[in-house]
């Protein structure tokens, strides 16, 4: 069974939840690409439109919007998505992923594009507590 931990950022306040999402709703992520956008029922956030930003896999590689597909792959690297700033000049082979969400994907990066009608903390309460 599919199940991941999807990090949802809200820009218009600033802050970001957490949702576990599991079963046919995760089936429902797996072959969508970074920049793709979503409907929020998928992660338990009716009404919303998110937009896929990232993630990262279970041994903690970092997604790539730039390389295609779901595997990893060794690239020579300057500072960007998947390398901390290095010395000025320096270019470093860095292991990171494809941008398609697969199976070994662990947590998924989204942001909400489309606001729904309940802000996502009151939703996010609400299931916690049932």
């Known amino acids: 069974m599919v199940s991941f ?6 820009p218009a306040n600033g802050k970001s939840v957490q949702v576990a999402v599991e079963g046919h709703h995760a089936n429902a992520l797996v072959g969508k690409k970074i920049g793709e956008e979503i409907d929020g029922l ?44 290095p010395k000025a000049g320096l270019r470093k082979r860095t292991t990171v992923r494809g941008d398609t969400v697969s199976l070994d994907i662990v947590q998924i990066n989204m942001a909400v594009t489309k606001p729904g009608p309940k802000p996502i903390t009151e939703i996010v309460e609400g299931e916690k507590k049932a």
Do not use: A, E, H, Q
């Open 5 to 10: 931990k999807v990090n949802v950022s809200d």
């Open 42 to 85: 998928f992660v338990k956030l009716p009404g919303y439109k998110l937009k896929v930003t990232g993630g990262s896999d279970k041994d903690g590689f970092v997604m790539r919007k730039d390389l295609p597909g779901i595997g990893r792959r060794r690239i020579l690297l300057t500072w960007s998505t998947g390398m901390k700033r």
